[in-house]
């Protein structure tokens, strides 16, 4: 069976008789005689070789074989409005929809920080934002379920496209009065393996907290997220490494600044090579480095 003889008019016109259980009601709907569309509906069921109603003189009743080829008429309909809506807005930024989303590190600190300036530079703009750990998050930009991706070097995935957006320090968040906090500690390579606090395998700050310091004892206690880790440090569990724009006040904790370029990441944003909107995800780029904080340094 092939496409031919099928139109999304008469599909409409199916919808509609089974959405008001009357072949004139329907008419009204769709502005047209009854008799016109009575005859296109029949020859809808003629071409599908099924009978999509029953006809009644008090009401017409979608048969059971009916419901299901309905219900995917109105998918086959929906699409088609898609379709059209895509068309008059491809004009637009990112075809008026964005699906931007970005590491769990980052996501929940960095996003407060920009919505206002990115409301302002994309006013038509439908964000859609989300969070999650980086190997998700690349499979579902590749998958084409994403636009784009907030995320840390090196990705090493060559179908992406990406540039730099800033560079963010770590911080070591430490319990009040813990011996890292007095005057000549040595930081976090001074701590004991059992005493550096880590997130869950999954997450890429893991992986560079690991690189920051190869004595980690990576059977102790995780954490899920950071907001989960900064509780356990300020409950005396140990210290961690957080990115600096995760700092937040709570009562127990305290940060402690770390030098050397290891105690440091960089956030990109990142997108695929395949997809054609190289010049808006570089207009992106250039809006998202407009960001400003007195602890990272945006590339120019």
């Known amino acids: 069976m092939t496409l031919s003889g099928l139109s999304l008019r008469d599909l409409e016109y199916a919808i509609a008789v089974a959405d008001l259980g009357s072949f004139g009601k329907a008419a009204e709907r769709c502005r047209v005689a009854q008799p016109s569309l009575s005859v296109q509906v029949g020859k809808l069921e003629a071409r599908l070789k099924t009978v999509l109603f029953e006809r009644t003189t008090r009401r017409v009743i979608v048969t059971p074989q009916g419901q299901e080829l309905i219900g995917q008429m109105r998918r086959v309909v929906g699409e088609a409005g898609r379709l059209l809506e895509l068309s008059v807005r491809s004009g637009e930024a990112f075809g008026g929809t964005l699906r931007l989303s970005a590491i769990a590190t980052l996501g929940p600190y960095y996003f407060p920080r920009i919505l206002q300036s990115l409301r302002a530079h994309y006013p038509a703009l439908a964000l859609v934002l989300g969070e999650g750990r ?22 090493g995935e060559p179908a992406l ?4 957006l800033f560079h963010e320090p770590f911080v070591m968040a430490c319990p009040e009065g813990h011996a890292a ?41 995780h954490a899920t997220s950071l907001e989960t880790l900064k509780y356990m440090v300020a409950a005396g569990e140990g210290c961690t490494l957080l990115p600096v724009l995760a700092e937040s006040e709570v009562h127990g904790l305290r940060y402690l600044p770390l030098r050397g370029s290891e105690y440091a990441r960089t956030i990109v944003l990142a997108w695929r090579r395949s997809d054609p909107r190289i010049q808006e995800f570089e207009q992106l780029g250039a809006t998202l480095r407009r960001f400003q904080h007195p602890a990272i340094q945006t590339f120019a």
Do not use: F, K, N, Y
């Not at 980086?134 to 990705?155: C, I, K, N, W, Y």
């Not at 496209?161 to 730099?164: A, F, G, L, N, V």
């Not at 000549?184 to 560079?208: M, T, Y």
């Open 161 to 164: 496209c990406e540039i730099p």
């Open 181 to 221: 906090t007095l005057s000549g500690a040595a930081g976090w390579q001074g701590l004991s393996a059992h005493e550096r606090l880590l997130l869950e395998e999954g997450h890429c700050l893991r992986d560079q907290a690991i690189a920051a310091c190869a004595e980690i004892d990576t059977s102790s206690r």
């Open 134 to 155: 980086t190997g998700d998050l690349v499979t579902a930009l590749l998958r084409g379920d994403l636009d784009a991706v907030l995320m840390s070097t090196p990705t």
